[in-house]
């Protein structure tokens, strides 16, 4: 999908994940008073994946954009906002939606990871696996202005990712995190993939994203985390 990331701006391609939520009675609100189901869209900008340039934060959607909170990603979902339309509205709405957002995070991961796998047109394997670099590290980049409302995003998808088979390893497999060592000279000396793997039960991580580890320091510091 192509579309402007500002108002009047470059128009980018995004990888688009839509995912729907159902709202709790203690979520409802006058103005959201009839809702049945509310929609979430996380979308990723493909030139991150394409290469190694440095990360921009994206605006935060509700339908219009409203202002950035500081994610490299976009997010898009029916907010309550104030009448300037520069930030969102305090409320039991907003609070319910903004706590849906990490789960719609890992949705878009997953749903990436398994068209890649199946052989997708949209999204290669590498790509898949590089959509990591999106998630924020503390005190680089974009991720230094993360503002409160998203502070919670990345520990709780961090700390769902260490379960999951998330990282794509030098024989194309996605295993966890767990499972996974950055290759470097001396360990592939040491241990080749196929004797690391019959001994310790560990692969190393794909050549190409091993190279993006080197290069990109805010993804090296998420590979870490996991």
């Known amino acids: 999908v192509v579309i402007p990331s500002q108002p ?39 030139e991150y994946l394409a290469s190694l340039a440095e990360l921009s934060a994206e605006p935060l ?8 909170y500081g994610l490299p990603f976009l997010v898009q979902a029916d907010f309550l906002v104030a009448a300037d339309r520069e930030d969102l509205k305090a409320g039991p ?26 052989g ?7 790509q898949a696996a590089l959509l990591l670099r999106m998630l924020p590290a503390p005190g680089r980049g974009a991720a230094a202005t993360v503002e409160a409302e998203f502070a ?3 520990p709780r998808v961090i700390d769902a990712l260490r379960s999951s088979a998330c990282v794509l390893s030098e024989r194309g497999r996605w295993i966890k995190p767990k499972a996974a060592l950055l290759p470097s000279t001396d360990a ?25 580890a080197a290069q990109d320091p805010s993804f090296a510091d998420v590979l870490a985390r996991l």
Not at 61 to 68: G, K, Q
Not at 95 to 109: D, F, I, K, T
Not at 120 to 126: A, C, D, K, P
Request: glycine fraction near 6%; charge should be negative; proline fraction near 6%.
């Open 8 to 46: 009047g701006g470059a128009a980018h391609a995004f990888l688009v994940y839509k995912t729907v939520v159902v709202p709790p009675a203690s979520a409802r609100e006058e103005k959201r008073a009839g809702v049945a189901l509310s929609e979430i869209v996380i979308a990723f900008r493909t």
């Open 61 to 68: 959607y509700a339908f219009l954009p409203v202002r950035s």
């Open 93 to 118: 709405w907003n609070e319910w939606l903004l706590r849906q957002v990490p789960e719609a995070v890992l949705g878009a991961l997953a749903h990436f990871r398994d068209a890649a796998s199946g």
């Open 120 to 126: 997708s047109s949209e999204v290669t394997m590498q």
């Open 152 to 154: 919670h995003l990345v």
């Open 188 to 212: 592939l000396a040491i241990a080749p993939p196929a004797l690391l793997a019959s001994l310790c039960g560990l692969e190393y991580v794909d050549a190409e994203l091993a190279a993006a």
